[in-house]
C-alpha cells in the first residue's frame, strides 16, 4: 500500500471498538474507493493494522483529496501526517476533539450509526 499516493484515505482511530469493527471501515474505503490507515494506536499498541498503515509523525505522512477520520481524537503526532489533505472530514462522538475542530466538515455521532448509514447512501448514489 503507498498511502502517500492515494487520492482518498478512510482513517479509523481508538473509537473502534474491536478489531472485527475494521470490516465496517473497510467496507466504507471500498465503496469510496479509497486506501485505509489507521492512527498509531491501532499500529503499534493493538497490533490490528500493519505498521506501514499509520499516520503520523513517525508513520505516513498523507495529502490525499479526501481524509475521512473516524474515532480519530486528532492529536499532534496524528494530524501533522495528515495536515496537507485537500478535505478533512470527521466522524467522532466527542464534539471536542482535536479532529472535529480541523475538520473541514464534522458529523458528531456515534460511529457504529453513522458509518453505516454513510455506506447505505453512498451505495445509493452509486445505484449498488
Known amino acids: ?16 471498538k474491536q478489531q472485527e469493527d ?21 499500529a503499534e499498541g493493538l497490533n490490528w493494522m500493519p505498521r506501514e498503515r499509520y ?7 498523507v495529502k490525499p483529496d ?3 477520520g473516524i474515532g480519530v481524537s486528532g492529536q499532534a503526532q496524528h494530524t ?9 472530514a470527521a466522524i467522532n462522538k ?3 476533539a482535536p479532529l472535529m475542530t480541523q475538520a473541514d466538515y464534522a458529523i458528531e455521532g456515534d ?10 447512501v453512498l451505495k445509493a448514489r452509486k445505484g449498488k
Open 80 to 88: 501533522i501526517g495528515m495536515s496537507e489533505s485537500r478535505v478533512v
Open 22 to 42: 475494521l470490516a465496517l471501515i473497510d467496507e466504507l474505503a471500498q465503496t469510496l474507493g479509497a486506501e485505509v490507515a489507521c492512527t498509531r494506536p491501532l
Open 1 to 16: 500500500v503507498n498511502l502517500t499516493a492515494a487520492k482518498k484515505v478512510v482513517c479509523p482511530g481508538r473509537g473502534l
Open 55 to 61: 499516520i503520523g509523525i513517525s508513520g505516513a505522512m
Open 94 to 96: 466527542d464534539r471536542s
Open 111 to 120: 460511529l457504529y450509526a453513522v458509518v453505516p448509514a454513510l455506506i447505505r
Open 66 to 68: 479526501l481524509y475521512l
